[in-house]
């Protein structure tokens, strides 16, 4: 039997007013620490303080403290701060889908989005669909985007032009607000080994369509100044408490010319639904020049790119049509993935649909702990 497919295209029938959205709210985090071990509390929680613009973003690289990726993590840090909150409320948490933000994020952007694909597993588990990222492809993808960047024969490597992202962030942040940081400490940042080890991790539930979700993702810092706006974009008006003052890092090229605002504004569809997705208001870009040079600072409220990317006529994305796709393909998978097994869900590079099938016919694969099965057990 041929497996169930979703067709991505003919992307025009997303268009129009979106289907509602909750907004995020966190209601667990966690953290890892500079060796990436596992702490069930805010400890790696790291608070933004504006750089130093003429910084090297490729100093230090030889002393990078790097984590390794070829361990599968699976949902496992995901789901040991599930059970810790559901322990404290003896309750089980009502989401229709637990995953990481960067599942979502590869969801919501599939219309628009067709380079890469994607491939990921999933299992029902007490009435609910708990989805991880396909080791094995993750794996390959890597490997895939290394090879095509080496093809591009750049002046910098592909390591090095990760390391720039990191960079930014240890020039970016400090442990703790600017008021109980030496001077000193602000000043000597760039002189600090970059690691990519520890982590603070938000746990929110929010909603897309008639789903309810339950997602982890990393957030990287804090700010103290409150001049966000408390209006999500398209929010429905039952809000309470305002957002988290989250910010989101991220480096990008300068942008010299029509190319590269066009690459600019193609990049800011992922930024938006990255942290759309957690609820982070806002995002400070680092621009740097080709030599990796940090040259130019830029803070843009999140809840403003659709609007801003739709007055400008940008037609390479939109982001209505990223809502309702994501809503009317988690009502799909949701019908689709009823029954017990690993279930596999597949985008290849390039194609128009989406495909479902089961892998595995009985149990859990290692989607799921055994802690955390022994948990629900008791409940
Ligand atoms: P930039 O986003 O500034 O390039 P995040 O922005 O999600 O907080 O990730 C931090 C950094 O991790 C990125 O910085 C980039 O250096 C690296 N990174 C994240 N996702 C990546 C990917 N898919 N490929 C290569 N590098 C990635
Ligand atoms: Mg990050
Ligand atoms: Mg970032």
Redesign the pocket.
Known sequence: MPSPVFDIQPVGRFNGESEPVKRPKEFAFFSYDDKHEFHLDDSSLQWYYPPRLGADLSKGFETFDKHDESIDEHLDSLLKTIAAREKEEWKKIDANIVTWRGMMTKIMSAPFEDRDGFEMNATLYHDCIFIEESYEFKQFS?DQ?SKQQRGRRGQFS?EV??????K??TLSCLPRPWGEVSREFIENRDERVVS?KAQYCSVVRTGIGKTVLCLGG?V?AKTLTWDVPSVVWDSKPTQKGAPINWI?????AEIRDDRGMNNFERKLMKFWI?SFLLGVPRIIV?FRSQGGILTKLEEIQTASIPETAAKRGVRSWNANVCINFASEFLDWLRNTINDEGVWRIRRRAGSSVIEIFKVEEVGHGSILTEEFINWRIKL
């Open positions: 890597k985007q592909p032009m990760t390391y720039w992202g990191y930014f962030e990519n990393e990287d989101e890092l991220k480096t990008s990255q680092g």
